[in-house]
């Protein structure tokens, strides 16, 4: 059913009517905004697992220690 779904000239007519909907002095500005949306979303992401890193390294620490209650 959607074999062909999107072949090269489905992709030109989308591409006509965004600019043709948003205006091409827009468009640039949208990119930008889109990029940096991105790459706080990168670096909030990575942030997040270096913190869960850090969180899971005193326990497991603290379970290899001899004496630790398991």
């Avoid at 990119?31 to 890193?53: N, Q």
């Amino acid at each position: 059913m959607f074999r062909n779904a999107l072949e090269p000239w489905h992709l030109l007519i989308l591409a006509l009517v965004v600019i043709l909907l948003f205006g091409s002095k827009k468009l640039p500005d949208t990119a930008r905004s889109l990029g940096k949306s991105l790459r706080i979303l990168k670096s909030e992401t990575k942030a997040m697992k270096e913190e869960g890193v850090r969180t899971a390294e005193p326990a497991k620490a603290a379970a290899d220690e001899p004496g630790a209650v398991r």
